[in-house]
């Protein structure tokens, strides 16, 4: 789950979002200009006291293997702009079996 504040004032007009294990791209999230716009029209209508609002973005990723320590990690694109977000750190204390 990805939670991103945007001001209301400043929409965004392109949107990413990237879950990557070391270094590798497991799954990418784009949706297309109508979609962002939706998005961005039922916020403003839900935070009309707000200047800014909230979107949420849950990803189900497919099955990967977890055999070495490593950080799943969303990164997520506005406007070209890279944000990245706090991982899921996976840290073995005994080597696992082969």
């Given amino acids: 789950m990805t939670h991103i504040l945007s001001p209301l004032d400043l929409p965004f ?8 294990w070391r270094g590798n ?3 990418r999230v784009t949706p297309d200009d109508e979609q962002i716009a939706n ?3 039922a916020a403003r209508h839900e935070a009309s006291e707000s200047k800014a609002w ?9 099955p990967f293997v ?3 320590n490593g950080t799943l ?3 997520v694109f506005l406007d070209g702009e890279e944000l990245v977000g706090n991982g899921l750190e996976f840290r073995f204390t005994e080597s696992p079996p082969p």
Avoid: G, P, T
């Fill in 13 to 20: 007009r392109k949107l990413s979002l990237e879950l990557r």
């Fill in 54 to 62: 909230h979107l949420n973005a849950a990803v189900i990723v497919q």
């Fill in 39 to 41: 998005m961005q029209a």
């Fill in 25 to 27: 791209v497991l799954q």
């Fill in 66 to 68: 977890v055999d070495q």
């Fill in 73 to 75: 990690r969303a990164h």
